[in-house]
């Protein structure tokens, strides 16, 4: 996974001159400072998945952390009611459990799902997340 490192932001991109919001990174113990356990707990469910299935990139921002192969897979946003899991596939997904998509880009939508349970990452979303993880590399 060949990746660009912006010179000013030291954050790590597919592309070389990516535009994007020139913050610094943080960490992903920062990203979940003062939330819920659940939600951290839900994110490290997530992330063992992914690198069981290989190599991701977390890129950690104040919002959340976005997750990256060669594109991104997915960004996990801790918010105030929920831990939004905002899914990078190439289709919509028509279960009730996605909140909303939107197309980003030609075969490119994004599925958000919320989670207020460890528990709901469950067997559903670990083939939401493996099918990202597979649209999103090689």
């Not at 952390?65 to 596939?89: G, H, N, Q, T």
């Amino acid at each position: 996974m060949a990746r660009w490192i912006c010179p000013q932001c030291e954050r790590e991109f597919d592309k070389a001159r990516q535009g994007h919001v020139c913050v610094p990174g943080g960490t992903v113990d920062e990203t979940f400072a003062g939330r819920p356990d659940y939600q951290r707990a839900a994110y490290a469910a997530i992330i063992g998945l992914l690198d069981d299935l290989g190599p991701v990139h977390e890129d950690a921002v104040k919002v959340g952390v976005f997750l990256k192969r060669d594109r991104k897979l997915a960004e996990i946003r801790p918010m105030a009611r929920a831990l939004s899991v905002e899914l990078y596939l190439s289709r919509p997904l028509d279960d009730e459990r996605v909140t909303r998509h939107y197309e980003v880009g030609r075969g490119r939508f994004v599925n958000v799902v919320r989670i207020t349970d460890v528990d709901q990452v469950d067997e559903r979303m670990r083939g939401w997340l493996t099918e990202a993880f597979e649209d999103a590399g090689p």
